[in-house]
C-alpha cells in the first residue's frame, strides 16, 4: 500500500470512507494523484475549489496577502477583512457580515442572530428554529440538531434542544408550527445538497418568505454549497426572489482556504454587538484576499458561464441510458442511475474523472470555469459507465 495511505490509516481519526487515492497536487479542472494519474475533478472538494486548482489570480491574491501579513486578531482592521464584507453586501444588498472559518459555525451564528433577535422581540422562551427533513447544516452539536437527519444524531444525543423538522413543500406542515409554537427562525437550504441534489419548488420558497415576513420570523438560507455561484446565481436566493434576513456561507467563497460567513439583513444588522460573537480565526486577511478575488470576479459574463456549462451537463444527461433523473441547478447536480451511484464514482475514478455521490445519487460539483471540453470528456465517461447493464 501507499506509505501516506498507511501512516494515514494509522494515524488520522477514522471518520472517513477515503479512495486508496492520494492527491498530490492540481492544475484548473485536472487533479494528480501519487502516481501521476490525471483525473478531470467533477468534485472540486465538495463544492469548494471554484476557480479550480492554482488558479493563478487566486494564487496571486493569497500571495500577496501573505507576504505582508498572514494574520492578526480581530482587535485591529485589515483591509482584506473590510473589503469583502463591502463585496459581500454590495453584491447581495444585504447590510453586515460576521466571518467564521467554516459552514457549521456560519450556521451557528446565524442560529444565534436569530435566537437573539426573537427573544429581544417576543420573550426569552421564542428559541424554536424550524428546519427541513432531509436537511444538511453541519457537524457541531447544535448544527447537529438543525440538520433533519436522524442517523446523523445516533449517539451523540443529546443535542441542542429547540429544533423542529418539517418535511419540505408541505406548506401547511410548517404554518401549523408556526401557529403553535413560538417560532425564533426558520431555515433551510433552496437545493438540498446532502440531503440528494433536490431544489425547492419556486412556489413553496416564495411561501416560507411571505410567511417568516408577515410573523417577523428571520429567515435564514443556508448557502454553504448552493454559494458563491455554483448555482449560476451569485447567491442562489437572488435566483428565487425572496430577501432572506440572514445568509450563511462557506465552502466556494475561500475558493480552496477555509473561511465562513454569516450575511445579514438590515433587519438583523444590529442583533450581535460586542462580545456577543467572535472567532481567532475569523476575517483571517489571506483567507479574506482570496474570497476577494474569488467573488469579485463572478460577474454576469462568469455566472452566464456557469448556466451555459449546467445546460449542456442536463441536456446530455436527461433521457441517456442508465439515467432515472438529473435534478440541481447551476453546477450542483444530482444524477439518479439505474446502476448504484456508488459503483459509477468507482469505476469513473478508473477512467479518470472524479464524481461524488449525496444519497443514493451521483453528485456533481465541478469548477465553475471548467474548459468544455474537459467538461464534455467527463460526461462522456459517465454516460457510458451509467449505461453499462
Ligand atoms: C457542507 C455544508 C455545511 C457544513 O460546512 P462545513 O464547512 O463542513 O462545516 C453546512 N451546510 C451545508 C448546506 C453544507 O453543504
Known amino acids: 500500500m501507499n506509505s501516506i495511505i498507511s501512516v494515514d490509516k494509522q494515524y488520522v481519526a477514522g471518520t472517513y470512507g477515503r479512495?486508496?487515492?492520494?492527491?498530490?497536487?492540481?492544475?484548473?479542472?485536472?487533479?494528480?494523484?501519487?502516481?501521476?494519474?490525471?483525473?478531470?475533478?467533477?468534485?472540486?472538494?465538495?463544492?469548494?475549489?471554484?476557480?479550480?486548482?492554482?488558479?493563478?489570480?487566486?494564487?496571486?491574491?493569497?500571495?500577496?496577502q501573505l507576504n505582508k501579513l498572514q494574520h492578526t486578531s480581530n482587535l485591529y482592521y485589515t483591509e482584506p477583512c473590510a473589503m469583502l464584507a463591502k463585496e459581500l453586501c454590495e453584491r447581495t444588498g444585504m447590510s453586515k457580515v460576521f466571518f467564521s472559518n467554516s459552514g457549521?459555525?456560519?450556521?451557528?451564528?446565524?442560529?444565534?442572530?436569530?435566537?437573539?433577535?426573537?427573544?429581544?422581540?417576543?420573550?426569552?422562551?421564542?428559541?424554536?428554529?424550524?428546519?427541513?427533513?432531509?436537511?444538511?447544516?453541519g457537524r457541531t452539536l447544535t448544527t447537529l440538531a438543525a440538520t433533519g437527519q436522524d442517523h446523523f444524531h445516533k449517539l451523540f444525543n443529546p443535542l441542542t434542544p429547540g429544533f423542529v423538522h418539517v418535511a419540505a413543500e408541505d406548506f401547511d406542515q410548517l404554518v401549523d408550527v408556526v401557529s403553535n409554537t413560538k417560532v425564533a427562525g426558520i431555515m433551510m437550504e433552496l437545493v438540498q445538497g446532502e440531503g440528494g441534489v433536490i431544489?425547492?419548488?419556486?412556489?413553496?420558497?416564495?411561501?416560507?418568505?411571505?410567511?417568516a415576513e408577515e410573523q417577523d420570523i428571520p429567515l435564514i438560507i443556508d448557502e454553504v454549497?448552493?454559494?458563491?455561484?455554483?448555482?449560476?446565481?451569485?447567491?442562489?436566493?437572488?435566483?428565487?426572489?425572496?430577501?432572506?434576513?440572514?445568509?450563511?456561507?462557506?465552502?466556494?467563497?475561500?475558493?480552496?482556504?477555509?473561511?465562513?460567513?454569516?450575511?445579514?439583513?438590515?433587519?438583523?444588522?444590529?442583533?450581535?454587538?460586542?462580545?456577543?460573537?467572535?472567532?481567532?480565526?475569523?476575517?483571517?486577511?489571506?483567507?479574506?484576499?482570496?474570497?476577494?478575488?474569488?467573488?469579485?470576479?463572478?460577474d454576469d459574463e462568469f455566472l452566464q458561464g456557469v448556466k451555459d456549462r449546467s445546460q449542456y451537463v442536463f441536456d446530455a444527461f436527461n433521457g441517456a441510458k442508465g439515467i432515472k433523473s438529473v435534478t440541481g441547478k447551476g453546477l450542483m447536480i444530482g444524477i439518479e442511475t439505474e446502476r448504484p451511484a456508488k459503483d459509477i464514482v468507482n469505476e469513473c475514478m478508473e477512467m479518470g474523472v472524479l464524481c461524488l455521490t449525496a444519497k443514493t445519487k451521483v453528485r456533481l460539483l465541478p469548477a465553475l470555469n471548467i474548459p468544455m471540453d474537459l467538461l464534455a470528456k467527463a460526461v462522456d465517461v459517465i454516460k457510458t459507465v451509467a449505461a453499462k447493464e
Open 199 to 211: 431544489a425547492l419548488s419556486q412556489e413553496y420558497v416564495s411561501k416560507v418568505a411571505k410567511l
Open 225 to 298: 454549497q448552493t454559494g458563491n455561484g455554483r448555482t449560476g446565481s451569485l447567491y442562489a436566493f437572488m435566483a428565487y426572489g425572496i430577501s432572506p434576513d440572514v445568509v450563511s456561507t462557506a465552502k466556494g467563497l475561500g475558493g480552496g482556504l477555509p473561511i465562513g460567513a454569516t450575511i445579514m439583513s438590515a433587519k438583523v444588522e444590529s442583533v450581535l454587538g460586542p462580545g456577543d460573537q467572535g472567532s481567532t480565526y475569523g476575517g483571517n486577511p489571506v483567507a479574506s484576499a482570496g474570497a476577494l478575488n474569488v467573488i469579485s470576479r463572478m
Open 104 to 137: 457549521a459555525e456560519a450556521n451557528e451564528c446565524a442560529i444565534k442572530v436569530a435566537r437573539k433577535y426573537s427573544q429581544d422581540k417576543k420573550g426569552e422562551d421564542c428559541y424554536t428554529i424550524v428546519t427541513l427533513v432531509n436537511s444538511f447544516h
Open 19 to 64: 479512495f486508496p487515492v492520494e492527491i498530490v497536487s492540481g492544475n484548473g479542472s485536472i487533479a494528480v494523484d501519487s502516481q501521476g494519474k490525471e483525473y478531470i475533478d467533477m468534485g472540486t472538494g465538495i463544492g469548494v475549489t471554484g476557480m479550480g486548482y492554482s488558479d493563478p489570480q487566486w494564487v496571486k491574491a493569497i500571495t500577496d
